[in-house]
């Protein structure tokens, strides 16, 4: 539990470059590279693979802050089981996950299946009945309270403590004194935690590195001119005006020396939602730059946006 306190989302940059993230669906496929927000092809690594594991702390995977985001992906989406190690395991979501149980997942035996996941082998629900039977029970802590705990707790049980929200948001956090080694494992966006869940991540495709050199970014850059037939000079689009990083002080600063055009709650601009990618593609069409900032500034937090 000691872990979550430290917990704290992966700019996003589209140009020549494939995007994978994960949808509250994959949530599943990372516990289901699902147990996520944008549905990529990863699916329960780690989760599924602990659950195998004699073990509580310690889940002897590859060490994480050595691989690079999307080469961890492709550990996950490469992911398999031996025919010994295929009873299914059962994963009970305990309460409310941004108003659903299903943690935008689904439940049942074929869940993970149906979304690809390499490693499908797993019952997901959320009847809390026979409790203590599940493998692993996963607790959304930003709807949990520590008063509403199951009652019956087996040994060979895995809690997962998961949250997806910076510690600068103390009204997410818990006060868990009293809950030190409740949980065995944590899932968090962090590299550090036990399940790795990103908000998405970035990773190459064709012949465009994913760190281009100096001279490559000239040419590529060079090849287009990305701000032609655009009238417009930068956008934001916000609606958290109670930012935890200053953002808003920063844009109002930028504001006295070139137009910054803000749309959504904290702006003068609107956009209508109702056909979703509208906005961007106005954003795209009409604007030189638009800018990306988080609202709180935490390592390891870099959100889809």
């Not at 992966?10 to 020549?16: A, E, N, S, V, Y």
């Not at 000239?218 to 609606?239: C, H, I, P, Q």
Request: include cysteine; aromatic fraction near 14%; glycine fraction near 6%.
């Amino acid at each position: 539990m000691g872990r979550l306190t430290r917990l704290i989302p992966t700019l996003r940059f589209r140009q020549k470059l494939k995007l994978n993230g994960y949808s509250l669906r994959l949530f599943v496929c990372l516990i289901l590279t699902g147990l996520g927000f944008f549905v990529g092809q990863s699916c329960w690594k780690y989760f599924t693979h602990s659950l195998r594991e004699n073990h509580t702390r310690s889940l002897n995977l590859p060490p994480v802050l050595n691989y690079s985001i999307h080469e961890l992906m492709k550990t996950y989406e490469q992911d398999s089981i031996t025919e010994s190690d295929s009873k299914y395991k059962r994963i009970l979501f305990w309460n409310e996950a941004y108003g659903t149980k299903n943690y935008d997942v689904g439940i049942g035996r074929d869940v993970l299946r149906e979304w690809g996941c390499p490693v499908w082998q797993c019952e997901t629900s959320e009847n809390r009945t026979d409790v203590q039977d599940y493998d692993a029970v996963v607790f959304h802590l930003r709807s949990w309270t520590r008063y509403d705990l199951p009652k019956r707790r087996s040994s060979h049980q895995r809690y997962v403590g998961w949250i997806m929200e910076s510690p600068a948001w103390q009204e997410y956090m818990l006060d868990h004194s009293t809950m030190a080694n409740y949980f065995n494992w944590t899932m968090t966006y962090r590299w550090d935690s036990d399940i790795v869940r990103p908000y998405g991540y970035i990773k190459p495709i064709g012949n465009v590195p994913l760190h281009p050199s100096e001279n490559q970014m000239e040419r590529n850059l060079s090849e287009v001119n990305y701000a032609d037939g655009k009238t417009k000079m930068v956008t934001w689009f916000v609606s958290n005006c109670d930012s935890k990083s200053n953002r808003n002080e920063m844009v109002k600063e930028l504001q006295k020396h070139i137009n910054v055009d803000v749309y959504g709650d904290c702006g003068t601009m609107t956009c209508s939602r109702k056909i979703e990618g509208d906005c961007r593609e106005m954003a795209a069409k009409n604007y030189k730059f638009y800018l990306s900032l988080e609202n709180s500034l935490c390592q390891d937090y870099v959100t889809e946006k």
